[in-house]
């Protein structure tokens, strides 16, 4: 088997405060895996009737919310928080200041079961301040970069937080946005992952397979960027079903020809590598089913937790567990357990997608099937990773 060596020299960063305050990935990887198992412990008992969920959002409505602007928003955080310190040398915040990061996010998400107990303008107020906060935190560094590409990400955030604004309105009983909010956040998160799969792929692809050099298109490249930011457009300002299938079936085709650039067949001899091109074929799945929804040819419900569980799931499954072992110092090969979570994640997403369409009459089995091999995928992840998360590095260096 190919082995994976641990990543390059990082700049020198200053340790501050206790070590799960080290670095940015640390605090937001583990609430990710936290929050990912226990999210869905909630959803599962509340959708099958044990116990209603907060009223604030709604019973889907928290749902949705809490797996795109809790979980996903955690992991992007993480990341990015993390990854500013590589693009400019610049140290970015920890210690205190990422531990009142952290605890912003917390509050968020503890925030809509006190919607008997605090004022409903307040739970938006705590909700919606993160993503600007992380904005902020991460701007300084990123305008003393270099490389203006990456100052991207600060207005990708500011737009994230329209989205949430547009679910809180709702909330707040000022308008009928809460959907239009989410899709928009669903497509910006794959917009994200989308945009920092073509970084780290194909790099991580030519790292660890001798001779292998990806290909990339830059017109390929500008009509990802073209046909994804207009189906966001389109949630936000104007949703039509006809133009929204259009933009998806774009997403899919430009997905399909970056991926086909990028493989090579070797992949599937390194797990924490073919787990991220999976995470991509998920996201070409679920694109061409969304196109097919817009159209009513299948369910959106469908194409959208193709998406969810499928890209964004396996993708940011596979990211955290690469990233956290070379940030913590360790050789970058996936313990045996995680590399069978990869599998059961993909298993997750397949049962969820096309269970209801093989046996509809079994969709509670299939809901609880899936749900249930989440759970164990993400606690297996808590297990295994929290104690590399909450330790030192193994080679002795801060972060």
């Known amino acids: ?35 990912a198992l226990i999210l869905m412990l909630i959803w599962l008992g509340a959708w099958s009737g044990a116990y209603p969920l907060p009223a604030y959002y709604g019973g889907i409505g928290w749902h949705s919310h809490e797996m795109l602007f809790g979980y996903a928003v ?31 996010w917390l509050a968020g998400r503890v925030a809509p079961f006190l919607s008997g107990v605090i004022p409903p303008a307040l739970i938006a107020i705590i909700d919606l301040a993160f993503l600007p906060a992380v904005a902020l935190a991460i701007m300084p560094a990123l305008w003393k970069g270099e490389q ?32 239009r909010g989410a899709d928009a956040m669903l497509y910006l998160v794959a917009f994200l992952i989308t945009l920092l799969g073509g970084r780290v792929i194909p790099f991580f692809t030519e790292a660890v397979i ?108 596979g990211m955290m567990a690469r990233v956290a072992l070379g ?9 045996p357990l995680i590399n069978g979570c990869f599998i059961l994640l993909n298993l997750a997403a397949l049962f969820r997608v096309f269970g209801p369409v093989l046996l509809p009459g079994q969709y509670t089995m299939w809901v609880h099937l899936s749900g ?16 590399m998360l909450t ?3 193994v080679d002795g260096k801060p972060g």
Request: charged share 10%.
């Open 372 to 387: 249930g091999i989440w759970i164990i995928s993400f606690l297996l992840f808590a297990v295994i990773y929290v104690p």
């Open 148 to 179: 203006k590409v990456n100052r991207v990400f600060v207005p990708l955030l500011l737009v994230m937080a329209v989205a949430n604004l547009y679910v809180h309105l709702q909330s707040l009983g000022l308008t009928n946005t809460a959907i």
């Open 74 to 104: 955690a992991i992007i955080a993480g990341f990015l928080l993390t990854a500013v310190r590589n693009w400019t040398g610049v140290t970015p915040p920890t210690g205190t200041p990422l531990g009142l990061l952290f605890l912003l």
């Open 391 to 393: 330790q030192p590095r």
């Open 327 to 335: 940030h913590t110092g360790r050789e970058i090969q996936s313990n």
């Open 210 to 317: 001798p001779g292998h050099s990806s290909k990339r298109n830059s017109r390929v490249e500008l009509a990802t960027v073209i046909s994804l930011g207009g189906l966001i457009a389109v949630q936000f300002v104007y949703p039509n079903a006809l133009l929204s299938s259009i933009l998806a079936f774009a997403v899919a085709v430009t997905q399909i020809l970056r991926v086909t650039g990028w493989y090579n067949r070797q992949i599937w001899q390194i797990p924490i590598l073919w787990v991220l091109f999976t995470g991509m074929f998920w996201l070409v799945i679920g694109f061409t089913m969304t196109g097919l929804a817009y159209l009513g040819f299948t369910g959106l419900n469908l194409a959208k937790h193709a998406i969810t569980v499928g890209g964004i799931g396996v993708l940011t499954y």
């Open 1 to 35: 088997m190919l082995k994976v060596h641990s990543e390059p020299p990082k700049p020198e960063l200053k340790q501050e405060g206790p070590v799960i305050l080290a670095l940015g990935f640390r605090p937001f990887f583990m609430s990710a895996a936290l929050s």
